[in-house]
């Protein structure tokens, strides 16, 4: 390609948050395929769990983070309406940023917390993210691809010629990487495999008890080839959220805190238009990552384990080189065999199973899943983890969030 | 769900369609620096002119990248699955990337970056009222064997 970085993208102007920002719980409501329950609902389980993680009761809680972008999520009037009718105080101040959930916000929520908990204006803020798309696929409500399908240009230059949904998307970004770097279905097959590997070992995890291994992988029929139905995320229904405080404040709290140490953002000028973006097989995590790894004062080499938006395998494998794992085209490499695994002796991956075969929470539970293996807790222990990295995807724009533990 | 045809009163998109409908393919075209801005937008992102005409290209190409709908994941291709579907590089310049329908191709033989050129067909859907041109692309055929050519 001879698109350079600075031709297609550009960093995201972030405050410097190093060491500014603790997460000191989190949780998760139950994953589930259709559950027939109401989003907001599920994220009230996730806030509940969070908190009571951090040893704290739903009235310390001054300041909430949602995802503006979707609805049904728990915002600022389901947030009152649900904890006044638990007996808190139904006009209490509240710190409020629909900029958070999950998605890049997941990554990114903790710049616009630490701006509150530095004024004072929160002491105690809750980022959360829920989704029923599993429910609502069934009643014909509404799909990952809506948003898609209902952008004009989209629905004028792409839909007449059935470029869409994202599957279809992603199995053209992935011929044109195969054909660049010579990345192979073994590879991406790989990654599918590692993520179910950990599901099976997180009892929470929606693919937990359905084993698969490249040899599986590989004799499934194509969906959309080059992808076959395991190279995509599921979508079920679920919920998680993490509780951000001062770290002086989460020193007394019930759990290890986990520092926030670096955080980036990325941009893609081509916008949602993928088709069009400049360098056709990366992602903007190109110019995510290294402010993130700067920020944290970290180079890649220092990551214990890292976890991904992985709406696909090929979104895992260009990320993986965009943040400089690897050099760009040498994925595929990286990624194979056990090198994904929590006890692969390479780069630990989605230690939770991810988008693929943990849950379709869009991000927020890879974070719940770093701070768990920096504590200690995870189901497919990274040993003595210290530094753990989440990745944010949605096309247009990455986010890179660096958490370091406490005391390393 | 929503259907899969065109919006021709989309005003930015209008004039692509109208120039399927003459069987040409039209994108617009910086008149100040001669840059051609795919997708239409409202400035030139090379010099910031605003004019910029819609212009015919030749309708050759390279096969950028495609992939093989094995079972439609859009209702309204139910019926034409499998079909191949991806971006086609102009040969005016590469970056412009329109996203077509391969036709006229064993699925098996494309190559990326295989010269392809437009062909313009009707194209419907069931249940949906209307009828439009549509540019789509073919491999080349080889001017002796008509074979595609790689
Ligand atoms: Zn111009």
Known sequence: ?408 | MKGALPDLSFEPTRAFWEAAAREELAVPRCASCGRWVWYPRERCPDCEADEMPWTPLSGRGTLFSWASVERALFKPFAERAPYVTGLVAVEEDPRVRIVTTVVDCDPGALRVDMPVEVVFRELSFPGEDGVVTAPFFRPVPHPATGEALR
């Open chain 1, 1 to 408: 390609m001879v698109a350079s970085q600075a031709s297609w993208g550009r960093p995201g102007r972030l405050d410097d948050v190093s060491g500014r920002v603790a997460i000191a719980g989190v949780g998760e409501s139950q994953h589930s395929q259709a559950s027939g329950r109401d989003p907001v609902d599920i994220a009230v389980e996730a806030v509940e769990a969070a908190l009571d993680d951090a040893g704290l009761a739903p009235a310390d809680v001054d300041g909430l983070m949602w995802s503006g972008g979707l609805p049904g999520q728990l915002d600022e009037a389901a947030f009152r309406r649900h904890f006044a009718a638990r007996g808190g105080d139904p006009d209490r101040a509240l710190w409020t940023s629909a900029q958070g959930g999950g998605m890049v916000w997941a990554g990114t929520a903790p710049v616009r917390a630490a701006r509150a908990l530095a004024s004072g204006r929160a002491r105690v803020i809750v980022n959360v993210f829920s989704t029923a798309w599993a429910t609502q696929r069934e009643a014909g409500e509404g799909s990952p691809g809506d948003a898609h399908s209902s952008e004009r240009f989209k629905a004028n230059l792409e839909l007449p010629f059935g470029w869409f949904p994202q599957p279809v998307y992603f199995a053209t970004i992935a011929r044109r990487h195969m054909h660049e770097y010579g990345t192979t279905p073994e590879q991406l097959g790989a990654i599918a495999v590692s993520c179910r590997r950990h599901a099976n070992r997180h009892p929470g995890a929606v693919m937990h008890g359905k084993p698969l291994d490249l040899d599986a992988y590989l004799a499934r029929p194509m969906l959309v080839e080059p992808l076959r139905v395991e190279d995509c995320c599921l979508i079920s229904d679920g919920g998680a959220a993490y509780v951000m405080t001062t770290p002086e404040h989460a020193r007394d709290l019930r759990k290890p805190p986990v520092q926030v140490a670096g955080v980036g953002e990325g941009h893609s000028d081509s916008g949602v238009f993928w088709s069009q973006q400049g360098d056709f097989t990366a992602t903007p995590q190109v110019f995510s990552a290294p402010q993130a790894f700067e920020m944290a004062g970290i180079a890649p080499t220092d990551v214990d384990l890292l976890t991904l938006y992985d709406p696909f395998t090929i979104v895992a494998l260009m990320q993986i080189e965009d943040m400089g794992f690897c050099a760009k085209g040498e994925g595929g490499a990286f990624v194979e065999g056990s090198r994904l695994h929590h006890d692969g002796g390479g780069l630990p991956y989605n230690t939770h199973g991810g988008l693929l075969s943990h849950a379709y929470v869009l991000g927020i539970a890879h974070v719940v899943e770093v701070v768990r293996q920096l504590r200690g807790e995870a189901h497919a222990q990274v040993p003595d983890a210290k530094i753990g990295v989440y990745g944010g995807y949605t096309g247009h724009m990455a986010s890179t969030l660096v958490l370091r533990r406490a005391d390393a």
